[in-house]
Structures are given as C-alpha cells and as structure tokens.
C-alpha cells in the first residue's frame, strides 16, 4: 500500500484513488468482533450491518446499525470483513467474500468517489455521473509503467497492463468495456484511447512533417482523439437511461510498432440504430448533431441549410425532448467542426456534410395529399421539395416525380407505379434513414483512410465500446439486435473466466474439481441465432412477399412457446404498447414488439431516387450510392438460372449483416487477450452520490462479477511457462539450479520454489506452466526486486570499490609527484645564485626568440590572408543582404496577392451561390413561359386556320349568292324536307354521345384492370424467385443429408462388422472358458482321487 507521499505523484487526484494513510491506520485500529459482526437481509437497503446478540436454534438475534433488534436465520447473517478490508481496493483479497460484503464495500468506495475498484483479473466502475480531477496528464503520467499493484485501481492501469502485455508477451490484447446503458462506457473508452494516445507517442514532429500540405490536420493521436466527437455527434444521443448514449457499437484498434510506439488506428461499427432519425420516445431526442447546428453559434450554418434555430420546425427530430441538460449543445457543434478539420475532411467535402444532415431535417416536413376521386399522392406544396433538392444537388420535379410516380420493373419492362400517401411518407422516411446511415459509415471510412499512416505495424490493442443492455417501454428489432450483441459478449466473458480458465486447469493435469457457476447463456443465444430461431424465421418471412407482423409472431409462437425457457408470452400491462413476445435474457425479461420488424429488415429504398442520388451535384451524396445496385437488375449476360442466382445472393436483409458483423467481432476477441471492465450503473435518476443497492446488486449478479472474485479465489488465475519462470526468478535462489547441468524446467521450478519460503497450496504445477493462485505472482516480483536491489547493491559496492581503488592510486602518484617537485625547488634554491646559472638564465631567452620571429612572419602572413577574406566576406554579405531585401519585397507582394485572391474567391463563391440560387427559380420561371409559349403558339396556329377557311367559304358564299337567290324558290320547297332531316340527325348525335360515355367508362376499367394484373404479375415474380431461392437451399439440404446418410450407412456397416468380429471373438472365448472350465473339472477329480 503507497503512502501519501507515493500518492502525490497523482496530485489532486489521489483522494478519490486511494484512502489515505491516516484512515487506514485508524481502520486497522479499530475495535472489532469478528464473531458477531454481520450483514443481514433488509428490505430497502438489501443489506444493513449488524451484531448478533445471541444463536439459538438455527435463528439468531440481530441488532442492526439502527439499533433495532431483528430475527433471522443463521444462515442468512453474512460474516463481516474486518476494518481494515474497508474501501479495499482489490475485492478478491476480502478474508469474507459474500454479496453484501461486495456490494457494501463498492458502496463506500462509491461515497469517498472512489469509481474504480478491482474484482479478481478485472475492473469494475461505477458511473460517478460527475466529473472527477482524475484524468488528468499528471495522472496519466503516475499510472505509466506501474504493476498492477503498485497503484491504485483505475482504467489507466487496466491501459497500462495491456500495453505492457503487448509488449512483454508479443499478443495483440483488448479491453472490452462493458455493462448496461448509461453505465459510463463511452467515458472509459475515450479515457483508455487517451492513455495510449499520451504514452505511445512515435515523434509528434515527425508525423507533422509528413502531414500533405494545404491540409488541416493534426497529429496521429489529436486525430485519434477527434474520432471520438465527430463519431459521438453524428452517432450518440439522449435515452431515458443516458444523456449521451452511443447508439452504435464501435470496435477501435490502435495499432504500434516492434518497439511499443503509436503506427496507426482503425475503427470498425456496428448497428448504428438509423430508426431514431425518424422516431424518438417522448423522453429521448434524435442524434446530437440536429441540435448542434440549430444553436446558431455558427449562424452560416442556418443561412446554408435554409433552416431555422427552432427544433420544432422539423417535427421529425422534436418527437421527444430536445434540449438535455448535462450538454452544451454549442460547444459540442464547435468540438464537432474541429474535429472535422483535425481528421482532414476538406472544405468541400465538409459543406457536404453540412449540406445533407440538412437534407435529412428537411425529409421531415415535405407534405403529400390525396388526388380527388384518386388513391394516388400528388405533393401539398413544392418548398420544402426545393430545399431538399438545392442542399442535395437534384431537381425539385424529378425528385417529387420520383417519389409518387416511381418506376418498377415488372418481367423485362419498366412501368411507373402509382403511391398512396402513406407509402410516399414512408419511402421519404426510409431515404432519409438511408442517406443519414450512408453518411456516418463514410465518415467512418474516412476517419480509418486519415489514421492509416502506413508506417509497419507489429501488435494492436483493441477497445471494444457497444451499446449497454436496454429494457426500454417499447422494444424493437434494434433492442433484440443490441441485447444480443450484449448475450454474445457476456458469454465471451463467461467462456474466458469460467469455462476456459477450468478447461485449462484439466488440460495442464492439475487437481480440479469442474465448478458449474450457473452463467450458461446458450439457451437464450440458441434461441435467437440457430437454425429456426427468430433471425432465422425473420429471415425466412422477409422472402414470402404476403408475409406479414403477425404471420412472423405466429410463426415465432408455433416454434418456440412451450418449447423453450427463454421464450415467454408477455403479460399485458396498463399504459405500456402492446409486446407480442418476451425473452429472458441474462440481465432480466425484456418483452418486444414485432411492428414494422419485416420493412426494417428489408429495409427496401425508392429506386427511382436513388438513380437520382447517384447523379446528384453534390459529390458526397453520389459517392454514397455510387455501389448501389437494384436488388431487381437482373444480369447482363447469362441463363435465367444463373440470374436468378445472382438475384437472390445480392439481397441481404439487416439481420444478416448484423450477425456477420458480429460473428466477425467474436473472431477478432477471440485472438487477443482481453481485460475487462464491468461498468455498474448506480442509480436510474442519473443522480451524482446515491447507489441503489438493488439496481448494483442485479448489475453484479447479471455481469458475473461475484462469479468472478470466487473463482479467482479458488482458482489459480496467474501462469507462467517454465522455461520462462526459471529464466526470471532464478535469481531468487540461484543456488538451487547448479550451473553447467542441465535440468528440466519443470524441475527447476520444482527446486526453485521449494528452496522459498511459500505456502504449496498458493502453487500447482501442471505438465507445462506453473500456476498461482491470485496475488501470490506479484508476491514473487517484490521478492525479486529486493533481491535484484540487493544484487544492484552488491555490485555498486564492488564498483564503488574498484572506483575508490583506482582513486588511491591516482592519490598515491600525485603525492610522489609533489615529492618529486619539492625536491627540484629545493635543488633550485641551491643553485640559483651561482654565475653559470645567471649566464644560463640570460641566454635561454635568446634562443626562444629566432623561433618567436618565424612564428611573427607566419602570424602577419594569416593575417593579410584573414583580411582578403574578411573583404571578400564583406561583399558576399551585402550582396546577400540586397537580395533578401529584394526577396522580402516579392514575398510581401505575394502575401497580398493572395490576400486579394482569397478575398476575391470568396466573393465568386457568394456570387456563385447567389447565381445558383437564382438559376433555380429562372430554370422554374423558364419551364413555365415554354410551357405557355407551346400553348400560345398551338392557340395562334388554330385561329390562323380558322382565318382561312372563313376567308374560303366567304369568297365561295359571295358565288353562291346568286345560285342562292336563283334557288332560293326551289329551297324554300325544300325547307319542310330539310327540317325533317336535321330533326333525325339530332337525334342520331345525342345515340353517339351516349356510346362515347360507354366506351369511355369500359377504357377506364380496362386501364385498371391492366393494372392490377401488372401489380399480381410482380408478385408472381416475387414469388417465383423466392420459390426459386427455397428450392435451391432445400437441395443444398437433401445433399447435405444424403451425405450424411451415406456416411451414417459406412459407419453401420463397419460397426456391424466389428460386431460380428466381436461375436467371433467371445465365441471363441466362450469355448476356451469351456475347455479351462473342463480342465478344472480334471484336475479338481484328480485331486480328489
């Protein structure tokens, strides 16, 4: 345990790491009654501290903390731990292990804010809903490198056991945080990013200087970092549980180098729950990024998405709340658009964004009614369509055309198919779905194309962050999906702690008995993804085009109800939506509601549209389809079978992608060591400080951490190979293995370990590793950092002595060097006043200065040369200074050069977007006077032929007057017969008149007629082709059965024949029994006689 000066390495945060030093004295000095302290049942607080006052009979008498006195059985008074075990850090080293014990001690870690507390091989946190001081880089710096022991529990030092594992063992590793919605995980992931984005870092100048020009951009780990807003605005939002819940999982690998330091990053996704663009609970909101751009804190945001600041002016994304308290939604959008420029989106790409997230607001309030007399939708208004169609790059009439008169393809023809109302909404809610999703997962490709340095990676670590368990009101296909997610995860935790750690006990021949600890999820996971299962019948009503929510749940009752546990009928409740099925998860019943489940699954799009998004202006939203094919294209080559082939493997419902995401996301853990963190939600208010013990409690039992402490407790968690234990504790007791002898590992470590003075049932040895129990490894590290300190000791004495050795020495010549120049002094003193010494002195000097004038003729020689040179410098350097200026100059000129241009180029794109904006309305303006015009001109047409035949008749009138008034007699006779004439033709006109109305009724019946047999004839198609697909997977059946039979016959005939040999055999040994039992006979008679 550090003392409080070890704990000011983690300044400010070290009281809510570690209590300090003053109350753990004081705990340990406490008075205590190990026999009668105890924890009892209590109805509201699960467990209250007690003292039992007296045992009789199997029931003991308890007096609680509230001075009450209680009856309960023997049985159900839990020993306590002593005072010292309080606030323990590592729960597994409690001397009681029990519920209460466990959940009492979280409790009081939990008051004191110490979030983090060990539970065996990993670590649990309690969601503080508060900040805390405690990731801070002084932090960071106090946890690098440090033991697990060695400091207090935290999810920097579960960072730095991976990291240092990565290293040490040469294994990818993961950290798979986990735990129920609103438990903090999104939190710890970043946090775990953080650390090794701090201590990994490969050369921040370096990366700089690789960066591309012209982009801005940051460091390999300010991108990794920035992931995280950009992902959380575009994929997080409020649910009742969780004000800032990711609803999408995210798998991030970090990828480093041979030698430990950051290479590169990647992020894969998963389920990004796209319904909630379109729905949201009354106490939930739509994804951050609406509400961002809505604040106006970037007023050019609103003017570009010609949108307003008001949430409830797009009813799609205000059905529910839409401001949450704990978010400044402000300061998020300024986050959210650094972190687009970090990540190195460019400017146009980044409008894009901007543009479509718009689009989708939009998508929302576009209105449709209903044609008079007609079932057929025609738009109630063009405005909003015009806005979608600008932000989106389309044309407002195409885009309204596509949406009610889509074009489907029926055998080899295209036809336009009439859409009610309700299906028009709801194909513009699937686009809006579909754009959205679309654009968050090329966000994700873009972010992994920016972190993928391409410098040698060696190891990755990987942080696994997914959407908690969730038991909302209503329930739908995305929970089922999620809480699966959650099933698969908890069942990976189980088989790693339980299953494989016993399995690995048998394997290694160590003494075990087999422990069940009950946490076998397999019904439940069998349930929902085996053949027969519910993604499987989904899957299967997604073919059959009458199938509906209701034939799904029947199908779902007639195949499981009664049949399996896991699957029960809903009871009815008041004031909730109506379940059709509920499933008994791990965590608790959670009851679903079947409606829409086979659209989501299908999830089918307006194809005429989409032929629209992928000849879009906007680059972004064409990119975003420019994969998408019609699942109804038929081929362009190739036989009817092979089409119909291609057809069906091209359609993939939801569900299918999810569970190969996911099946993929196994194998990844499955390949790395994991380290886990169990996040506990404390309380359902989101309320800093309280922790209801019945929600903990529930949270501990579901997550296995109580299974956990026991089987770390009686299990030996702690391995190591023999090779590499000799190698690194021999130095324990280096006598125990002779040099030059060589000693099987397992023995040496046999030897070594019996020469220390250790408990043998804290060890095992299996056939390759030796094993410990918890804490007894790290008992071995401090035993070998004192020797090895000893060891350093010893050889710093030797140095220090050999140093001080040679020191004397040197001492030792110096002081017969002082000797010897005391002695020439004193033979100097001597001789000094005799004459030939005087001539001596005078005459040395002399001879020095032949030398002293060579040296002066050199020395003026250098200089005149240092003087040329310093002349020639000179010049050089004025001239150098002329051209700088003259450099200086044309920068400055260029400087405002560019100013001028930026300047200008931002006019031309505010004219352009003016001009763009203006082309619209003059291309509608335009459209219509052509439209006039055409009709103008065929109006003009028309009368220039009425002019002319009038002219005609009148010159053939003006001729015939005369023959007219020569026949005008004549005509009058005629007039009587004439009138009878016109009288019959009158009367044969109004029978035509009749027969037209007739006909004109037959067409329109014929029309409709036509109609429906085009609607039937496609889904005959459909059900060909999924006929087609059945039949195939059928035969793929038979074949797979037909071998199995062939192989089940082998099998017989080679068992019937071992029988038969056997037969042979006990025949035969049968009659040798006859014959040995004859011989007896004899021998027993000869005896006798």
Not at 12 to 23: G, I
Not at 57 to 67: F, N, P, Q, S
Not at 800 to 818: N, P
């Amino acid at each position: 345990m550090s003392s409080d000066a070890e704990m000011a390495a983690f300044g400010p945060a070290a009281v809510y790491l570690r209590k300090p030093e003053k109350e753990r004295i004081e705990a340990q000095n406490r008075p205590f009654d190990a026999r009668a302290a105890c924890f009892v049942p209590d109805v509201k607080d699960l467990y209250v501290k007690g003292v039992i006052l007296s045992k009789e009979g199997g029931i003991a008498m308890v007096k609680t903390e509230a001075d009450e006195p209680i009856t309960v059985k023997e049985e159900e008074c839990y020993p306590m731990n002593p005072p010292k075990y309080d606030k323990i850090e590592d729960m597994v080293m409690m001397t009681h292990l029990n519920e209460a014990s466990v959940l009492l001690n979280l409790k009081e870690r939990y008051a004191a804010w110490m979030i983090y507390t060990y539970s065996g091989l990993f670590c649990v946190t309690v969601n503080p809903y508060k900040w805390l001081p405690v990731y801070n880089a002084e932090v960071v710096a106090a946890y690098r490198g440090k033991k697990r022991m060695e400091a207090p529990p935290h999810i920097f030092s579960v960072s730095d056991n991976a990291y240092q594992n990565m290293l040490t063992d040469r294994e990818n590793q993961s950290v798979l945080i986990t735990g129920e919605s609103g438990a903090g995980k999104t939190v710890n992931t970043k946090r775990v990013i953080q650390y090794f984005a701090t201590i990994a870092v490969a050369g921040g100048d370096k990366k700089k200087q690789e960066a591309a020009p012209g982009k801005v951009q940051g460091t390999l780990e300010d991108q990794i970092i920035s992931a995280n807003p950009l992902l959380e605005a575009f994929g997080n939002a409020k649910t009742v549980r969780n004000d800032n819940s990711s609803r999408f999982g995210k798998f991030i690998r970090i990828h480093f180098g041979t030698t430990g330091k950051l290479a590169s990053a990647d992020i894969e996704t998963y389920l990004l729950e796209k319904s909630r663009v379109t729905f949201q609970l009354s106490d939930e909101r739509s994804y951050h990024i609406f509400y961002q751009i809505m604040t106006n804190h970037k007023p050019e945001l609103i003017d570009m998405l010609l949108i307003t600041t008001n949430p409830y002016d797009f009813p799609m994304i205000s059905q529910g709340q839409i401001t949450v308290a704990s978010i400044d939604d402000k300061e998020e959008l300024v986050a959210t658009d650094t972190a687009i420029d970090i990540l190195g989106f460019n400017a146009d790409e980044k409008v894009s964004i901007y543009k479509v997230t718009g689009a989708v607001m939009h998508y929302g309030n576009m209105r449709f009614k209903q044609k008079q007399r007609e079932e057929q939708a025609e738009p109630d208004g063009t405005e909003v369509a015009d806005k979608v169609a600008y932000l989106m790059g389309l044309n407002s009439a195409d885009l309204l055309k596509a949406l009610c008169y889509p074009r489907v393809k029926v055998g080899n023809e295209y036809v336009t198919k009439g859409q009610t109302v309700q299906q028009v909404t709801n194909s513009v809610g699937a686009l809006a779905k579909s754009v959205y999703e679309k654009m968050f997962l090329w966000m994700v490709i873009r972010i992994n194309q920016m972190l993928d340095t391409k410098q040698p990676r060696q190891f990755f670590i990987g942080v696994l962050d997914i959407a908690g368990f969730e038991i909302f009101d209503y329930n739908s296909l995305e929970q089922l999906c999620i809480n699966f997610t959650n099933e698969k995860l908890q069942q990976f935790f189980n088989h790693h702690m339980f299953v494989l750690e016993q399995e690995e006990y048998k394997k290694e021949g160590i003494d075990w008995e087999f422990i069940d600890f009950g946490m076998d999820l397999a019904a439940c996971i069998e349930l929902i993804e085996k053949p027969m299962g519910i993604f499987s019948i989904l899957e299967e009503e997604c073919m059959f085009p009458k199938a509906s929510d209701n034939s799904f749940k029947n199908k779902l009752y007639d195949q499981h109800l009664g049949k399996n546990n896991a699957f029960q009928k809903p009871k009815p409740t008041k004031g909730k939506t109506e379940a059709h099925f509920c499933l008994v998860h791990y965590a608790g019943t959670v009851d679903y509601n079947v409606t829409g489940w086979l659209d989501k699954n299908k999830d089918p799009l307006n194809e005429s549209v989409v032929q629209l998004y992928q000849k879009s202006s906007v680059k972004l939203l064409a990119l975003l389809y420019a994969s998408f094919s019609s699942a109804e294209a038929e081929p362009s080559s190739g036989g009817a079978k092979k089409g119909a082939k291609k057809k069906g493997g091209s359609f993939q419902t939801v569900s299918a992608v999810f569970r190969e995401n996911l099946g993929k996301l196994m194998t990844n853990l499955r390949s790395t060591r994991p380290h886990f963190v169990r996040c506990l939600i404390p309380n359902e208010v989101k309320t800093p400080g309280i922790m209801d013990n019945h929600l903990v409690i529930h949270q501990l039992r579901c997550n296995g951490v109580l299974e956990g402490i026991r089987i770390c407790r009686k299990g030996f968690p702690s391995r190591i190979l023999y090779a590499d234990f000799k190698q690194r504790y021999r130095v324990l007791n280096a006598s125990a293995i002779p040099d030059g002898q060589f000693i099987d590992g397992k023995k040496a470590s046999e030897k070594l370990l019996g020469s220390i003075d250790l408990d043998r049932s804290q060890y095992k040895f299996g056939d390759t590793k030796v094993f410990f129990k918890a804490g007894l490894l790290g008992t071995l590290e401090e035993m070998r950092d004192e020797k090895l300190a000893s060891l350093v000791m010893c050889t710093q004495a030797l140095c220090r002595g050999f140093l001080m050795r040679t020191e004397f020495a040197k001492m030792t010549a110096r002081r017969d060097a002082v000797y010897t120049l005391q002695y020439n002094i004193r033979s100097f003193m001597n001789v000094k006043h005799w004459p030939w010494m005087r001539l001596y002195f005078k005459i040395k000097p002399l001879l020095r200065s032949a030398e002293t004038e060579k040296e002066m003729a050199n020395m003026k020689e250098d200089f005149i040369k240092c003087k040329e040179d310093l002349v020639k410098a000179e010049a050089k350097r004025k001239e150098l200074e002329e051209k700088m200026v003259t450099l200086l100059q044309e920068k400055n000129d260029l400087v405002l050069q560019v100013q001028s241009d930026s300047e200008s180029l931002a006019d031309a794109e505010e004219r352009c977007e003016g001009l763009i904006k203006s082309k619209i309305q003059l291309e509608a303006k335009l459209k219509e006077l052509c439209e006039r015009v055409e009709d103008e001109e065929e109006m003009n047409g028309e009368l220039t032929a009425k002019k002319r035949k009038l002219e005609d008749e009148c010159s053939e009138l003006k001729k015939d007057i005369d023959d007219l008034e020569l026949t005008l007699a004549k005509v009058e006779k005629e007039k009587h017969a004439t009138e009878n004439k016109v009288k019959n033709l009158t009367e044969e006109m109004m029978g035509q008149d009749e027969s037209i109305s007739k006909l004109t009724k037959e067409k329109k019946a014929l029309q409709e007629a036509h109609q429906q047999t085009l609607e039937d004839l496609q889904v005959e198609e459909d059900k060909v082709n999924t006929l087609a697909k059945a039949k195939a997977k059928l035969e793929q059946q038979v074949d797979d059965l037909e071998g199995s039979l062939e192989q089940e016959k082998k099998i017989r005939m080679d068992l019937e024949r071992a029988k038969r040999k056997l037969e042979g055999d006990l025949k035969l040994a049968q009659e040798s029994i006859m014959d040995l039992e004859n011989d007896k006979q004899q021998s027993e008679e000869k005896l006798k006689k």
